[in-house]
């Protein structure tokens, strides 16, 4: 498997606990990359925007409201096959059904408040970056 790049962003429930260590330790661990990485407050625009693919579901506005509720981390990983890698090691998306040793089972509080996002597929992981980073901020 190729050596890939995926988007990640530590949210606003894991900055306000202060786990923003212990969750790139995690992503460190999986053999993932942490190739760019920074701290922002997302505006409104922003989150609208990054999360523009959900806008008619009825959690919307709330997830918008909490993206930009508190500072996030956005990061750009690499590694073999690091879509997938970062998948993993998230667990799902639902905290309740996430695999022991996740970093969703091990710090999300709901399926909101779930600590992390990461890139569903290569193509969309090209986007997020895109759209947090320029090329010259990928350091490596
Ligand atoms: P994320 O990977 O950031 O992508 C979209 C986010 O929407 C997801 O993580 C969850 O935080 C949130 N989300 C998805 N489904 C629901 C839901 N049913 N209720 C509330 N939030 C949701």
């Known amino acids: 498997m190729a050596i890939q790049r ?6 606003p429930d894991a900055t306000a606990r202060n786990q923003t260590g212990v969750i790139a330790a995690k992503l460190e661990e999986a053999g993932l990359r942490i190739i ?3 701290r922002i407050r997302m505006s ?14 009825p959690f919307f506005g709330d997830l918008v409201a909490f993206m930009t509720s508190g500072p996030v981390v956005v ?4 590694g073999e096959d690091a879509v997938a890698k970062n998948r993993e090691v998230m667990g799902a998306t639902n905290p309740t059904e996430a695999a022991e040793g996740t970093i ?8 909101e408040r779930n600590s992390v996002h990461g890139s569903d597929a290569p193509e969309t992981a090209a986007e997020e970056i895109k759209f947090f980073f320029t090329d010259a901020e990928l350091v490596g």
């Open 6 to 11: 995926t988007f990640s962003i530590i949210k």
């Open 75 to 78: 990061q750009v990983l690499e």
């Open 104 to 111: 969703r089972k091990l710090f999300a509080e709901n399926i």
């Open 36 to 38: 760019a990485s920074k």
């Open 44 to 57: 409104r625009e922003q989150a609208e925007g990054f999360y523009g693919v959900h806008k008619e579901r």
